[in-house]
């Protein structure tokens, strides 16, 4: 086989695309992000969720549903100028039983 010199010089041009298109510099911002992206790799994800009471949850939700159903009819009493004394309270306890349940499910 016998390769001429327009052969060659081809090859050699061929060659010489291909490593000019690898030895391109990184962008300092790709090389970030592609060193962000094996340490998220390494980061351990937790191996199991902390248990949760099924009952505790279920009570949870009970009081937080309780609550919520007596809260349209105390907004209609303060609508009519009489504010029940125990409504900004039971407004409160929903916050911390919603709060709690979020917590408790989302771990």
Do not use: Y
């Amino acid at each position: 086989m016998k390769i001429t010199p327009f052969g060659l010089s081809v090859v050699l041009l061929l060659w010489g695309i291909c490593t000019a298109q690898n030895s391109k510099p990184v962008p300092a911002g790709m090389r970030h992000a592609q060193e962000l992206e094996a340490q998220n790799e390494r980061v351990d994800v937790p191996a199991a969720r902390r248990s949760v009471n099924p009952v505790a949850l279920q009570s949870q939700a009970k009081q937080l549903a309780d609550l919520a159903a007596s809260v349209p009819e105390g907004v209609q009493n303060a609508n009519k100028g009489l504010l029940e004394k125990d409504l900004i309270e039971r407004l409160k306890r929903i916050e911390k039983l919603s709060k709690q349940l979020r917590s408790q499910l989302d771990h």
